[in-house]
């Protein structure tokens, strides 16, 4: 017997569903081609045996494995740079990154340049634990002593 957190399909539902009469469904149903129980003074089908009868096999249903990511985006906004100064950060920033190629969760990195405004802006797709790492990197970066003179 079917649990009773299986779906129960109707006459109706199930002539629908296989685009058949209402009055074929129930008489397969009485000539015992199609399994049913009767619920009052209606037919009810199962998935299963409604499956079955259609000569369907369904893989049963198991809960889809997920795992958790966690990704942050970020933009920072570094202004008083050189255009040396914002070439050292870039290449610095995408170096860290191409020494995890072929690392499941690579990140995304993009700088652009102002010239005119003397800023340089990059934004930053990845990971927490990585996003963290490469905000310190920046940040000490900066702090080098270098930056911060045009």
């Known amino acids: 017997m079917a649990p009773m957190s299986a779906h129960l399909f109707t006459a109706d539902e199930v002539a629908e569903l296989l685009n058949l009469h209402v009055k074929t469904i129930r008489r397969y149903v009485r000539d015992g081609r199609l399994k049913a129980r009767r619920i009052g003074k209606e037919y009810r089908i199962a998935r299963a045996d409604l499956d079955e009868f259609a000569g369907e096999t369904r893989a049963p249903d198991t809960p889809v494995a997920r795992t958790r990511h966690v990704i942050a985006s970020s933009i920072v906004d570094v202004d008083v740079v050189s255009p ?56 000490a970066l900066l702090e080098d002593g270098r930056g911060g003179n045009l």
């Open 84 to 139: 040396q100064e914002s070439h050292r950060i870039t290449t610095m920033v995408m170096a860290a990154l191409n020494s995890r190629k072929g690392e499941a969760d690579f990140p995304r990195v993009d700088t652009i340049y102002y010239e005119e405004q003397a800023k340089l802006r990059i934004t930053i797709t990845a990971t927490l634990v990585l996003t963290c790492e490469l905000l310190r990197m920046i940040n």
